[in-house]
T-cell receptor, first 112, second 117 residues
């Protein structure tokens, strides 16, 4: 099926550094979601974006819904070891089609 | 809140047997649930959309007779892997759709690790 282009695939950073990852799509989405998945667990919702141009924060996390509706980014500030995991973006089209299209994920490693 | 549970969290079975996985939305009602499959180091792959009171909608390439889905109540959907074989071993994750007045969001369960010997 269709997938989003998520980058980077992986990141190795030092504790305290800021992180940025993004997703782009050839299709327009009405909703962008960012999830984090720890090993052996299901994805946990971090931030949901419902409006083009929307900028939303959740603690040290900030995400934006691109104005073209074809992209979104997630920033993590002052990273800590527990930020380690796989981050997925997901997009949803409009109407009654509630299916999500997922990015391939960004594996984040934080060195203490 | 929006809590989704799955049971069991892991299961090991012999080839040829059937396995049932439950997905429950604990604090909200969900007329729509989704079943995903995830292979190691890969993204989530949608298998089917489960609709309360009606037949599930399967994605292309997913055998509906092998992966039976039942969504009999607003808080429970089940996935039964029939006549399981080693290639069915995977991480199965469900999600429940929480629909608000203006927004809707999928909340995921913790996943079920299936190993078929």
């Amino acid at each position: 099926g269709q997938q989003l282009n998520q980058s980077p695939q992986s990141m190795f950073i030092q504790e305290g550094e800021d992180v940025s990852m993004n997703c782009t799509s050839s299709s327009i989405f009405n909703t962008w979601l960012w999830y984090k998945q720890d090993p052996g667990e299901g994805p946990v919702l971090l931030i949901a974006l419902y409006k083009a141009g929307e900028l939303t924060s959740n603690g040290r996390l900030t995400a934006q819904f691109g104005i073209t509706r074809k992209d979104s980014f997630l920033n993590i500030s002052a990273s800590i070891p527990s930020d380690v995991g796989i981050y997925f973006c997901a997009g949803r089209g409009g109407g009654s089609n509630y299916k999500l299209t997922f990015g391939k994920g960004t594996l984040l490693t934080v060195n203490p | 809140g929006a809590v989704v549970s799955q049971h069991p969290s892991w299961v090991i079975c012999k080839s040829g047997t059937s396995v049932k996985i439950e997905c429950r939305s604990l604090d909200f009602q969900a007329t729509t649930m989704f079943w995903y499959r995830q292979f190691p180091k890969q993204s989530l792959m949608l298998m089917a959309t489960s609709n309360e009171g009606s037949k599930a909608t399967y994605e292309q390439g997913v055998e509906k007779d092998k992966f039976l889905i039942n969504h009999a109540s607003l808080t429970l959907s089940t996935l039964t892997v029939t006549s399981a074989h080693p290639e069915d071993s995977s991480f199965y994750i469900c999600s429940a759709l929480k629909v608000g007045r203006y927004t809707d969001t999928q909340y995921f369960g913790p996943g079920t690790r299936l190993t078929v010997l």
